[in-house]
């Protein structure tokens, strides 16, 4: 009779998005996979797919609803390891497999990035601070991708947990790479953009945290010193409509494009001189990665994430969150300097080995098969 394995997050779109390989890996390894989320899409390399009606928000009576649900699974399933992401969905799921834990189920918690962190608000850490110490007890293992986060956590959490710090959930190289000078151009010509054209692109969902407005209002002031710029913004979210009328009302249509959720965004990338990131907290930045992996240069804020991955003036610039001079200065030297961007993205390429998937897989299967 196979082992089972159980994966739990917030939506099947996490599960889609970060733990394929991983899931893929168990199957590989002789283990019954299951998964439990809210959302209809089917995750594959799973056996089984339940639905449990997580809820993302700190302050809801529905988190009894899914953990009653989630217990229920836990207990008859009998898992070798529960392994949880997202916040609330790994809070619910370290109490829901406690009983579990008694009769040898293993649970690990991956953080994609802590609420709290230096320069959190203050209701973020009396939310999210307290809750993630106690919870850390309820694991056997946490898993950080930032050094920030380990280090907090390791200080703060449980003594009788171990805590790891891993090189990202991985990205793969097999996608996202540069490509040479005539296959770029043809890219472009392909989606509407022309040769001369600096392209910038920012793929990150329309929310608060992601400081849209941040790049419209510092654009707006400064357009005419980057004649030839295209930002494009890459994907969906409850923010796009308001950022839309925004571009709009300040007449910015011809500079920022809005190209809306991509199944190609590897392409996008390939096509692109610069990446970019406004984000006011990043757990690590995993679209920076796969930008870098295509060899561009980054410009992002300076966050604990961001920080893992963009080395200042070596494979691009960090400036001071909400700084527009600073963002201004840095993103005129990567738009007038195309050896600059040429030689910066080299050293993306390299800095970016460290996050490829197998680096990733390699690490994390060994903290697996540690508590396997």
Known sequence: MKKKVLFTASIAKHLLRFHLPYLQWFQEQGYETHVACEGDENVPYVDKQWNVPFIRSPFSVGHIKAYKILKGIIDSEQYAMVHC???????VTRLAAKDARKKGTKVLYTAHGFHFYNGASLINWLTYYPVEVLASAQADAVVTINSEDYN???EKGSKKTEYFLIPGIGVAKSKFFPVKHDEKIKLRESK???SEDIIAVYAAEFIHRKNHQFLIEAILKHKEEFPNLK??????GVLKDKMEALVREKKLESVVL????RNDIDEIFKMADIGISSSKQEGLGLNLVEEMMCELPILATVDRGHKEIIRHDVNGYLFAQQSES???KYLKELYNNEQLRKDFGKESIAIAENFEIINSLAVMSSIYKKFL
């Open 326 to 328: 600073e963002f201004i």
């Open 85 to 91: 992401h997202t916040p609330m969905a790994s809070i």
């Open 258 to 261: 809005f190209m809306g959720f």
């Open 231 to 236: 930002l494009l913004f890459c994907g969906r």
């Open 192 to 194: 509407g953009f022309k």
């Open 152 to 154: 907090r956590i390791k």
